[in-house]
């Protein structure tokens, strides 16, 4: 059974920074993308971004390019997202996502292992 649990969510005012961590259990996913993505209420979930097993490839949503960075720790089995630059429109809970491939895929379907979220409030 894989296990995901963010931490690090909270309100911050615009302009300010938060940094996200998933801490993954159960399953060696060191070999698989991550993703992180976020849903506000009553929007579809949206992915925000990627990054292959390795860490060397990530991909981005326009949406938050230049602002967030994804990053990972396989050692300690846990995926980051540094987010600067925020705005109330990033107002969402944030999950994080194991994918079943091992690229830094943009597919909602490739990913099949998800955390429980993580509120993130930006006030104005």
């Known amino acids: 059974q894989v296990q995901l649990v963010e931490s690090g969510g909270g309100l911050v005012q615009a302009g300010g920074s938060l940094s996200l961590s998933c801490v993954t259990s159960?399953?060696?996913?060191?070999?698989?993308?991550m993703g992180w993505f976020r849903q506000a209420p009553g929007k579809e979930r949206e992915l925000l971004a990627t990054?292959?097993?390795?860490?060397?490839?990530?991909n981005y949503a326009d949406s938050v390019k230049g602002r967030f960075t994804i990053s990972r720790d396989n050692a300690k089995n846990t995926v980051y997202l540094q987010m600067n630059s925020l705005k109330p429109e990033d107002t969402a809970v944030y999950y994080c996502?194991?994918?079943?491939?091992?690229?830094?895929?943009?597919?909602?379907?490739?990913?099949?292992?998800w955390g429980q979220g993580t509120q993130v409030t930006v006030s104005s």
């Open positions: 996502a194991a994918g079943r491939v091992d690229y830094a895929t943009i597919r909602l379907e490739n990913y099949n292992s």
């Open positions: 159960g399953r060696t996913l060191s070999r698989y993308a």
């Open positions: 990054i292959n097993w390795s860490g060397a490839s990530t």
